[in-house]
């Protein structure tokens, strides 16, 4: 029985613990939180993830070291080498933690990503808005997650405020990209070199954050996806699940960003696929053998941001299958999800209406 170190206790870890625990694995945390989601599943260290005896404590603990969010230094993974096995590894973590060296390494790639330039001070933001171009997207490199850190410019006049907001901390200017669909593929590597990939997922995101995907197996852009996929999991050597993101223009998808990690757009997987994304996460880095990624019927999720609606009302509701992440309500937070399944696409439309309608009560 091999023992899981994850870094991070959120719902991410709850759901990797929740999926591993059958497979007869136990876990262990670390995370900074008070009692964070996941603590209840496995043990929990308390400690910063700097904190180098909480992360010795960790390596010495677990047979395997994983992460559930991405802005983990990579020092701390670099100092857990020492005394176990990390897998996503440091390469694809640097990677995804900067959205500049993200959108360097697609160009370096030829995978298709939208315009873009460092800024790190005013005249550098005026050329690059001369350079791309209004409507832009104005982004921190780091620690941006759900829209925080970014701003839309439309105006000259945004320009000035986005950056007295930002500035200060190294930027990066996007053009705005006018895309026609959001979509996703979740991408699975382990460490032998197998791969799968789950079928397309096309997303919804408000103000910055997702709010629903659904599921499209047979889409017209599966193979541009999973060939992008493919050229970046190979290319970062990489071990585990990943959510990659793209815009869509016309007949070409362009890059958005990659987490190194299991993604919110894949949680359809848990009761939409044969193998849920987050098995086939723990499968990968202990090179089990990948699990089917085919759907079982037709599937979306919706995301509960700030608070739950109500729950008897949501089960009410044929084919739905409710997430909580035992978390307080607070504004903009993920408290929880619903995935949402059925046998046919327009029923599937219908339930998601249906939820939708609880969610934000006319
Ligand atoms: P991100 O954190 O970069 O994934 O951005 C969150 C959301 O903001 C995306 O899913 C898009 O809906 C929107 N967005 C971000 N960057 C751009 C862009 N360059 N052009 C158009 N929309 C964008």
Redesign the pocket.
């Known amino acids: 029985m091999k023992h899981i170190g994850i870094i991070g206790a959120g719902q991410l870890g709850q759901m990797l613990a929740l999926a591993g625990t059958p497979l007869g694995y136990t876990f262990t945390f670390i995370d900074p939180s008070h009692q964070p989601c996941a603590a209840g599943l496995g043990h929990h260290i308390q400690a910063e993830y700097d904190d180098e005896a909480a992360l010795e404590q960790l390596g010495i603990e677990c047979d395997l070291v994983t992460f559930e969010f991405e802005n983990v230094p990579a020092l701390a993974i670099e100092y857990l080498k020492s005394f176990t096995t990390v897998h996503p590894n440091v390469q694809a973590l640097e990677t995804a933690q900067d959205?500049l060296n993200e959108k360097t390494f697609f160009r370096n790639h030829d995978i298709p990503v939208?315009e873009?330039a460092a800024v790190s001070s005013w005249e550098e933001l005026q050329a690059a808005v001369a350079n791309l171009g209004l409507?832009?997207?104005l982004?921190t490199r780091r620690f941006?997650?759900?829209?925080k850190g970014?701003r839309?410019l439309k105006t000259p006049d945004d320009i000035q405020i986005a950056w007295k907001e930002l500035g200060g901390t190294p930027l990066i200017l996007?053009?705005?990209?006018?895309?026609t669909r959001?979509v996703s593929i979740i991408a699975v590597r382990s460490i032998h070199g197998e791969m799968a990939f789950y079928p397309l997922t096309e997303?919804v995101?408000r103000d910055?954050?997702?709010h629903r995907s659904i599921a499209r197996p047979g889409d017209w852009m599966q193979a541009q996806a999973e060939s992008h996929a493919r050229k970046v999991m190979e290319a970062l050597d990489y071990a585990g699940v990943m959510g990659f993101?793209f815009?869509q223009v016309e007949d070409r998808l362009l890059a958005?960003?990659i987490a190194p990690r299991v993604h919110n757009s894949g949680h359809w997987t848990q009761n939409g696929a044969v193998t849920s994304q987050f098995e086939n996460h723990l499968r990968a880095i202990d090179g089990l053998p990948l699990g089917n990624t085919n759907t079982l019927c037709h599937a979306g999720m919706l995301n509960f941001i700030g608070k739950l609606p109500d729950r008897e009302q949501v089960l009410r509701i044929p084919g739905t299958h409710w997430h909580d992440y035992h978390k307080e309500p607070r504004s903009g937070r993920k408290v929880g999800h619903v995935n949402i399944t059925a046998p046919t696409a327009p029923l599937l439309e219908e339930r998601l209406a249906h939820v939708e309608a609880l969610i934000e009560p006319a």
């Open positions: 959205r939208g873009f409507p832009a997207v982004k941006g997650y759900d829209g970014q839309v996007e053009a705005f990209i006018p895309f959001e997303n995101h910055g954050i997702l993101e815009f958005n960003e």
